[in-house]
C-alpha cells in the first residue's frame, strides 16, 4: 500500500507531498539503528554472557528452574545465551514489531523455539497467568534498556513496572547494577558550546559583538550533549576534581522511577572556572562486580590504549547553569538531580545549616532561546573566532559605504558585521518567529536595533516594500539553516537567490560567490562497525538481522549519504580530495541536471569503507571556508576535520560485505547526479583493480 507523506525539502525550501510504501518509516528506522554496532560491541556481548551464565547458575544452584524476562531483546540474542547457559525458558519482550519478527526468525535458526518466546508488546503491556502472556512471573531480569545518560530510554519506569507486575521478589538481575560518575572540569572549547563569547570584529576601533545579559545567564536546555569524550584531548579540558560516583541503581530490587536528587562532595584538586560535568556509567553484570561494562573514558581506564570502541552508549557532557570559581582544597557540592528520562547538574559552595534543605530542582529551561535556535555544534561554531576572521576579511572586500546588504542565513551575526564594517543598509530575512526575537534582541544590545531591518519572511515572498524600494547591492550568507543535515542541504542559499532575484542589483555581489562539493575515499577506524554485516556474534547466527538490515538500506533514499561529525570517529585518506561539483550563487539555480563522473586513484593501501563528502564556501576569489576536511595531519594520512558540522558519509557496500571484493582496489569511479527540480545529490561508487 501507498502512502502520502508530507516532508519539507531542506535544500529547496518547498514542502513536498510525496508517494512513499507504507513501510518508508519503519526501513528508515532499521537502516539507521544501532543494531549492527551493537552486535560488533564485544565487550558488551562477553560481559552480558558472564553475568547470565553466572545468574543461572545461582538459580540453578537453589533448585529452582531459570525462568528468564528479556526486557528489549532485540535479535533475540540475550535469551539465546540464556538458553545455552541453561535456562528452562525465556519470555522475550520487543515492542518493534519488525524487530520482533526479526527476533522469531533469528531465534527459529538457531534452534531455540521451544525455549523462548518472543512478545511483541511493550513490557508495561505484558501479562502474567494461565491465560497471560507469561506463564509465571521470572527469577532471572535481563534487559538492555539503557543509552548514553543510562536513564534516557525510559529504564527506570521499565525496571519500576517489572518488579512490581513481572519477576520475582529477590530475583537476579544481569546487569544486576549500574554506577554513575562524574567529573568536574573547566573546558573553554566545551563551554564554547553551551555559552555565546564576544567577537571581535576588525574594524577601525576594535569593536566587539557582545550578547544580552540573558543568553550569559540563561542555563541553556536540559538535554545531555552526548559525544566521543575519547577523542577529546587532555589538552582541551582541565580536571578540576577527581570522579566522584552520583548515584547508582540495584536492578535486582524494587526500583523507583520518581524524581529525586543526589549530593557528593567534590575537593578540587585544581582551582579554576567549573563549568562542565563529564559523566558516564558502568554497569556490573554480578552481584560481586567482578564481571564489569564501563563507559570510561581514556584518561579514567588503566589500559587507555584498548578502550573498546562503541556509538550506542558513549559519555555524556552536562552544562552547569553558569560557570562557578573552584579553589583547590575549598569543598564544593555537586548536585545530580533526575526525572524518569534525563539528569542534569548544580554546583553549590559549602552548605550551612540553612543549605542543608536541599530541595529538589526542576530540569533547566531555556529562557534566552539562542538554546531552542541553535544546537551545541552551532554554538561552538558562532563562537569560532577564525572562522568569523574570514568573513570578516571577506566582507571588507565587498561592502562600500553605500552598500544595500541583505543576509540570507538563519540566526547569522553576518548582518551585525556588515553592520560593524560600514555596509549603507542591511536588511536580513529570518524564517521564524523565535529566531526574529533572539537576532533582534542580540541588534539591540549591540545598539544596531535600528539600523538593521529584520524581515520575518520566506526570501520566495519578499516585497520591493520590505527592502525600502531598495535594490540589493550585496547579498550575504554563511550559509547556514538549522533545517540542513547533509552539507549540500545548504544550497537553500542558492533558491533563495534565485527567488530573491527581482530584488538585486544588475551588479549584485554575492558572498559567497560559489560553493564545491569535495569528495574523499577514507578507511574508518571504527564507524564502519555500524554498517558492516555480523554474520555470528557470540557463536549465534544473527545474518537474519545483518539481510534486515541491508534490505532496509537499499530502500529507496536510505542507500544515501548519511550525516556524521567526523572529528568523532577518526579515519584516514586513501585518496587525495576531489573536487566533483560547483554550484555558482552569482547565477540562478541551473535548469538541468548537473552531472559529473571519473574516479579517484587510492595513494595509501586500507579498507575503503566509504567516501566523504562536504561543502567549501568561496566567500570571494581567494577566501574559503570548508565545512569539512581542514588538513590531512601526516604522511599516514590521518585527517582533521571541521569539529562545527557534520560531514556527509557514503559506505560502499562492496567494502563492508568482504566476500564481494577480493582484490583492494587501485582506484573508485563514481557518478555524482544534481537534480535541480528537488535539490538531492545522488551518487553510486565502484571499485576499480
Known amino acids: ?35 549492527a554496532d551493537m552486535l560488533h560491541d564485544k565487550d558488551r556481548n562477553v560481559k ?150 564576544p567577537v571581535h570584529v576588525q574594524a577601525e576601533d576594535d ?56 549530593t557528593a562532595k567534590l575537593e578540587p584538586i585544581k582551582s579554576g572556572m567549573a563549568q562542565v560535568i563529564l559523566s558516564w556509567w558502568d554497569v556490573d553484570m554480578d552481584p560481586s562486580g567482578m564481571i564489569k561494562c564501563t563507559m570510561a573514558p581514556y584518561w579514567v581506564q588503566s589500559t587507555s590504549n584498548d578502550v573498546q570502541w562503541r556509538d550506542h552508549w558513549m559519555q555524556c557532557v552536562y552544562f552547569l547553569p553558569n560557570e562557578e570559581p573552584v ?22 559552595k559549602a552548605r550551612n545549616e540553612e543549605d542543608k534543605k536541599d530541595a529538589y530542582v526542576g530540569s533547566p529551561l531555556c529562557s534566552c532561546q539562542a538554546h531552542l535556535l541553535w544546537n551545541r555544534p552551532r554554538f561552538g561554531e558562532l563562537n569560532d573566532q577564525n572562522r568569523t576572521n574570514q568573513y570578516i576579511q571577506a566582507l571588507m572586500t565587498v561592502l562600500e559605504k553605500d552598500s544595500i546588504c541583505l543576509c540570507i542565513s538563519d540566526g547569522s551575526l553576518l548582518p551585525l558585521l556588515a553592520q560593524y564594517l560600514g555596509a549603507g543598509q542591511v536588511f536580513t530575512v529570518e524564517n521564524s518567529a523565535v529566531s526574529h526575537c533572539l537576532m533582534e534582541k542580540i541588534f539591540k544590545a549591540n545598539h544596531v536595533g535600528n539600523k538593521i531591518k529584520i524581515i520575518e519572511k520566506r526570501p520566495e515572498l519578499l516585497t520591493a516594500s520590505d527592502l525600502e524600494d531598495k535594490k540589493v547591492s550585496v547579498l550575504i550568507g554563511e550559509p547556514f539553516f538549522t533545517t540542513s543535515l547533509l552539507p549540500w542541504h545548504n544550497l537553500y542559499f542558492l533558491y533563495a537567490r534565485t527567488a530573491v532575484a527581482a530584488h538585486l542589483t544588475d551588479s549584485v555581489t554575492v558572498l559567497p560567490q560559489s560553493a564545491s562539493l569535495y569528495m574523499m575515499v577514507v578507511e574508518f577506524k571504527d564507524l564502519w562497525r555500524i554498517r558492516s554485516p555480523c554474520g555470528t556474534c557470540e557463536g549465534f547466527d544473527v545474518h537474519i538481522m545483518d539481510d534486515m538490515i541491508k534490505n532496509s538500506l537499499n530502500f529507496r533514499e536510505s542507500k544515501e549519504a548519511e550525516p556524521h561529525p567526523l572529528w568523532e570517529y577518526p579515519c584516514k585518506s586513501l585518496s587525495d580530495p576531489q573536487e566533483v561539483m560547483t554550484f555558482d550563487f552569482r547565477l540562478t539555480v541551473p535548469q538541468q541536471t548537473l552531472s559529473t563522473d571519473g574516479s579517484v586513484n587510492l595513494l595509501r593501501t586500507g579498507k575503503c569503507h566509504g567516501a566523504v563528502l562536504w561543502m567549501e564556501y568561496h566567500l570571494t576569489s581567494n577566501i574559503s571556508v570548508s565545512t569539512g576536511l581542514v588538513q590531512i595531519s601526516d604522511e599516514k594520512g590521518n585527517c582533521k576535520w571541521n569539529p562545527h558540522c557534520k560531514q556527509a558519509v557514503y559506505f560502499f557496500s562492496f567494502a563492508l560485505e568482504p566476500e564481494t571484493l577480493t582484490d583492494l582496489p587501485s582506484a573508485i569511479t563514481y557518478a555524482i547526479n544534481f537534480n535541480p527540480k528537488t535539490g538531492e545529490i545522488a551518487m553510486s561508487f565502484k571499485p576499480l583493480s
Open 207 to 262: 569593536e566587539k559583538i557582545v550578547f544580552p545579559s540573558e543568553i550569559e545567564n540563561c542555563p541553556g536546555v536540559p538535554s545531555v550533549y552526548d559525544i566521543q569524550l575519547n577523542q577529546v584531548p587532555r589538552s582541551d579540558f582541565t580536571i578540576l576534581s577527581d570522579v566522584v560516583t552520583m548515584f547508582s541503581v540495584d536492578f535486582s530490587k524494587q526500583v523507583n522511577s520518581s524524581s529525586t536528587y543526589y
Open 1 to 35: 500500500m501507498k502512502v502520502f507523506c508530507g516532508r519539507a525539502n531542506p535544500t529547496t525550501g518547498s514542502v513536498e507531498w510525496l508517494e512513499e510504501d507504507e513501510n518508508y518509516d519503519y526501513h528508515q528506522e532499521i537502516a539507521r539503528s544501532c543494531y
Open 327 to 348: 579553589l583547590s582544597g575549598e569543598d564544593v557540592y555537586l548536585t545530580a538531580y533526575r526525572d524518569e528520562y534525563s539528569v542534569w547538574y548544580k554546583l553549590q
Open 48 to 197: 552480558y554472557y558472564q553475568g547470565i551464565r553466572a545468574a543461572v547458575s545461582r538459580v540453578k544452584e537453589r533448585g529452582e528452574k531459570a525462568i528468564v524476562l528479556d526486557i528489549g531483546t532485540g535479535t533475540g540474542l540475550l535469551s539465546m545465551m540464556a538458553v545455552t547457559a541453561g535456562a528452562d525458558f525465556c519470555y522475550a519482550i520487543e515492542v518493534f514489531t519488525p524487530m520482533a519478527i526479526a527476533a522469531v526468525q533469528i531465534v527459529e535458526k538457531n534452534g531455540f523455539s521451544d525455549k523462548i518466546k518472543v512478545i511483541n508488546k511493550h513490557s508495561t503491556e505484558v501479562t502474567v497467568g494461565p491465560d497471560g502472556d507469561m506463564q509465571c512471573r521470572a527469577n532471572i531480569l535481563i534487559t538492555e534498556l539503557f543509552d548514553t545518560e543510562l536513564i534516557g530510554e525510559g529504564a527506570l519506569p521499565s525496571y519500576e513496572h517489572a518488579h512490581k507486575y513481572l519477576v520475582q521478589e529477590g530475583c537476579e538481575a544481569v546487569p544486576h547494577r549500574a554506577r554513575v560518575y562524574a567529573q568536574l572540569v573547566e573546558s573553554k572549547r566545551m563551554w564554547s558550546w553551551n555559552k555565546l563569547f
